[in-house]
């Protein structure tokens, strides 16, 4: 997951939209068109999509809210499988 981020948050900085803001613990990423939310296992077990949706789109309801979620596969595994699949 932290590879993941690196890779986005590098491709935001060279296209000049990233603004990182650390609320409550989360990481949210804005950029005029959208905000990026990213939730491990832990905070999604915690964390109410819908409030905090809402709370997000109180200054602008254009917004689009994207939520990107940890999944409970092994990540190398999964990686590995998907590049033999692809060869």
Do not use: P
């Amino acid at each position: 997951m932290k590879f993941i981020k690196k890779c986005v948050r590098i491709i935001y900085y060279f296209m000049e939209i990233i603004i990182v803001q650390e609320m409550s613990g989360l990481e949210i990423t804005r950029n005029n068109n959208f905000i990026e939310v990213w939730l491990n296992n832990a905070e999604q077990k915690t964390v109410d999509r819908k409030e905090l949706t809402d709370k997000l789109l109180a200054d602008n309801e254009k917004i689009k809210i994207i939520f990107f979620l940890s999944g409970s596969a092994d990540l190398v595994d999964c990686t590995s499988q998907l590049l033999i699949r692809n060869i």
